[in-house]
């Protein structure tokens, strides 16, 4: 069986505060999950649920890893926010990726630094 995980890449521009951060990276974790396969997220929930955070320049490094994301057949969720607090209306925050194949999403991400 392989080894699933979930990736989460954050814009470094921003500047995000901690808790700004960790509620984007949970809305890209939520979505990919509700939008994935029930049989890897069940098999991923088994293996303990890994999940890394990884780190783009900027929207515009973050939209090429999403796309790259896609045409490597992942599962992908774009996060932009709401602006009700440090950000404005439409900010690109985070892109989540899986949980899936963990070799797959490092052909996408492996070059990428964790945060």
């Known amino acids: 069986m392989p080894s699933y995980k979930q990736a989460i890449l954050v814009r470094q521009d921003l500047q995000l ?3 700004k951060l960790a509620g984007q990276c949970s809305h890209a974790s939520v979505e990919t999950v509700l939008k994935s396969d029930k049989k890897i ?3 991923w929930r ?4 890994p999940k890394i955070v990884l ?4 929207e515009k490094e973050l939209l090429q890893y999403l796309s790259q994301a896609q045409d490597a057949n992942l599962i992908v969720s774009l996060i932009t926010d709401a602006g009700r607090t440090v950000i404005a209306p ?3 925050t985070c892109v989540g990726i899986g949980p899936d ?3 797959k999403i490092d ?9």
């Open 101 to 103: 194949d963990e070799k």
């Open 107 to 115: 052909k996408v991400t492996g070059t990428l630094k964790l945060l």
């Open 41 to 43: 997220v069940e098999a």
């Open 55 to 58: 780190k783009v320049k900027d």
């Open 17 to 19: 505060p901690k808790g």
């Open 90 to 92: 439409g900010t690109k």
């Open 46 to 49: 088994n293996q303990g649920m």
